[in-house]
Nanobody, 124 residues
Framework: QVQLVESGGGLVQAGGSLRLSCAASGSTFSSYAMGWFRQAPGKEREFVAAISRSGRRLYYTESVKGRFTISGGNAKNTVYLQMNSLKPEDTAVYYC?????????????????WGQGTQVTVSS
């Protein structure tokens, strides 16, 4: 069993930065691939970034490549999402999630454990 708690969200102006953290308890991260997803008002939840169980492979959705960086996992009990050059369209509730497989890292169904989410609001 894994418990995930996100933090680090907030209000920031366009072009600013935030770092989200996802603290895990109940298991070691080395057993899990970790992902970040987001859900904007009126939209479906979407994949943002993921780190493989080994920590050696990183994945990003196209719209955040070059701006966001995922780190941690791989037996460290915290995963981070560094978000730079934020845009108003990045506004959403951000969720971290844990999966026991690297397969389909960009789909939500492999992720058995989810945090409660943290709000990120980017003003123009």
């Amino acid at each position: 069993q894994v418990q995930l708690v996100e933090s680090g969200g907030g209000l920031v102006q366009a072009g600013g930065s935030l770092r989200l953290s996802c603290a895990a308890s109940g298991s070691t991260f080395s057993s899990y691939a970790m992902g970040w997803f987001r859900q904007a008002p009126g939209k479906e939840r979407e994949f943002v970034a993921a780190i493989s169980r080994s920590g050696r492979r990183l994945y990003y959705t196209e719209s955040v490549k070059g701006r966001f960086t995922i780190s941690g996992g791989n037996a460290k009990n915290t995963v981070y999402l560094q978000m730079n050059s934020l845009k108003p369209e990045d506004t959403a509730v951000y969720y971290c999630a844990a999966s026991q497989t690297d397969t389909d890292y960009n789909r939500d169904y492999p992720y058995a454990y989810w945090g409660q989410g943290t709000q990120v609001t980017v003003s123009s």
